[in-house]
Each structure stands twice: as structure tokens, then as C-alpha cells.
């Protein structure tokens, strides 16, 4: 069985940091590419970051760029998100979703997997 677990989340002031993680388990996180996503009340389920299956490559929306560093680590089958310079509107359930395709990480569609969800709330 295929689990994706994300933790780390919480509610901190503005500018403040989080870093979140993605525990995988029943899969080998290297055959994926990994991807952060996070949804709003009453919003679409939106794209924040990916990183390639080696984690040679890492992309990242504008809304986060700059702000927001994802990384893995596939020998602990790990993925993880650093939030800094945190805003109000950085404030959504977060995702992390393992996706078998590398051209395809911006769409929900495109991933197989997906965790629970970790809450971060940023108070102004």
C-alpha cells in the first residue's frame, strides 16, 4: 500500500519559516517526480514546486519563487518544503504528490499519488 505522509505545517506570523516534509512509504520515491501543491478554501488545488526524480531540476510557481525551497532526499524517501518569508496568502492545506512523468508536474492530473495534507495558516 502507498502512502505519502506530509507533516509540518502549523500557523506562524508573517515572515515567519516552516519546513514541511513528505515521508513516503510501499513505493520508492526515486522513480517519481515530486511535487508540492497546496489548496485555499474554496480555491482549485494549485501548483507550488517540483523536483525531477535525481533532484537535478526544481521548479517552482512565481507566487513561492524566491521564497520557497523543495528538496529530496531518496535514500530517506523523503521530500521536503522550506517556506520562508512567509505571507497571508501562503495560508492552504499543502500537498505532496509523486508524479511518473517529468513534463507533467504543474497539473494535479498528472500525479499518482497524494498524502493527507498538512495545514499552514499565516497570520498577519
Known amino acids: 500500500q502507498v502512502q505519502l505522509e506530509e507533516s509540518g505545517g502549523g500557523s506562524v506570523p508573517t515572515g515567519d519559516s516552516l519546513s514541511l516534509s513528505c515521508a513516503a512509504s510501499g513505493v520508492s520515491l526515486d522513480s517519481y517526480t515530486m511535487g508540492w501543491f497546496r489548496q485555499a478554501p474554496r480555491k482549485d488545488r494549485e501548483f507550488v514546486a517540483a523536483?525531477?526524480?535525481?533532484?537535478?531540476?526544481?521548479y517552482y510557481a512565481d507566487a513561492v519563487k524566491g521564497r520557497f525551497t523543495i528538496s529530496r532526499n531518496n535514500a530517506k524517501n523523503t521530500v521536503y518544503l522550506r517556506l520562508d518569508s512567509l505571507k497571508p496568502e501562503d495560508t492552504a492545506v499543502y500537498y505532496c504528490g509523486a508524479s511518473p512523468f517529468e513534463g507533467a508536474y504543474i497539473y494535479p492530473a498528472g500525479y499518482d499519488y497524494w498524502g493527507q495534507g498538512t495545514q499552514v495558516t499565516v497570520s498577519t
Open positions: 523536483i525531477s526524480k535525481t533532484g537535478a531540476d526544481t
